[in-house]
Every structure is written in structure tokens, then in C-alpha cells.
Nanobody, 120 residues
Framework: QVQLVESGGGLVPPGGSLELSCAAS????????MAWYRQVPDEQRELVAQ???????TYADSVRGRFTISTNKAKSAVHLQMNNPKAGDAADYYC??????????????WGQGVQVTVSS
């Protein structure tokens, strides 16, 4: 029911900035939490940043102070502002939406992913 489309990926130099965006459509009324994950080959998918109701946010220790997650009140869009990226930030980034329409029907939806490359 929920569809997620990411945009904004690409090449960014170290010390630069890049903003990832994720647009949600469909049955978005049940979304409780949105997040950004990232993954590189041969490694597990890693939580980068998460935002829940009332704007409560959590960040991975490796990005805290450099990345900022934000969303609108309806949770129809979520963004990840990446400042001062490091080489270790290069990965495929995925938008995630989680929530429930009825008790006992928790769901998780993923976007298709966007590639972020950090290079001079």
C-alpha cells in the first residue's frame, strides 16, 4: 500500500553536502516511523537515522552531528541532509517506513535505494 521513491543520490566530494529525499504515497496514514538505512557489499544493512512521532530522532554514532533527518507532519516525505561526508559514508541508501493500520498488522516498506559515492 505504501510506496517509497528515493532521489538525490550521486557523487559528493569529502567535506561537501548532499540531500537525499524520499516521497511516500499510497496509504501513508498508518506510518509511525521513517528511517534511512545504508548497505555496502558483504555487510549488513545499517540504520543511519530514524524519525518517529513528534519529531523524535535517533542517529548512528558514526553520523551524529553530520547528518540530519527530517520529515513533514504527515510523514509523506523524509529527507537526509548529509554534511561533511566521509569515504566511509559511501553506500546504497534505502528509505524505510514502518507502521500499522490495525492492531497486530505492523508493516515495513522499503524504497528501491540510491547510490551515494564519496570521491574527490
Amino acid at each position: 500500500q505504501v510506496q517509497l521513491v528515493e532521489s538525490g543520490g550521486g557523487l559528493v566530494p569529502p567535506g561537501g553536502s548532499l540531500e537525499l529525499s524520499c516521497a511516500a504515497s499510497g496509504s501513508i496514514f498508518g506510518i509511525a516511523t521513517m528511517a534511512w538505512y545504508r548497505q555496502v557489499p558483504d555487510e549488513q544493512r545499517e540504520l543511519v537515522a530514524q524519525i518517529a512521532s513528534a519529531g523524535v530522532t535517533t542517529y548512528a554514532d558514526s553520523v551524529r552531528g553530520r547528518f540530519t533527518i527530517s520529515t513533514n507532519k504527515a510523514k509523506s516525505a523524509v529527507h537526509l541532509q548529509m554534511n561533511n561526508p566521509k569515504a566511509g559514508d559511501a553506500a546504497d541508501y534505502y528509505c524505510d517506513a514502518e507502521g500499522s493500520y490495525d492492531a497486530g498488522t505492523w508493516f515495513s516498506r522499503w524504497g528501491q535505494g540510491v547510490q551515494v559515492t564519496v570521491s574527490s
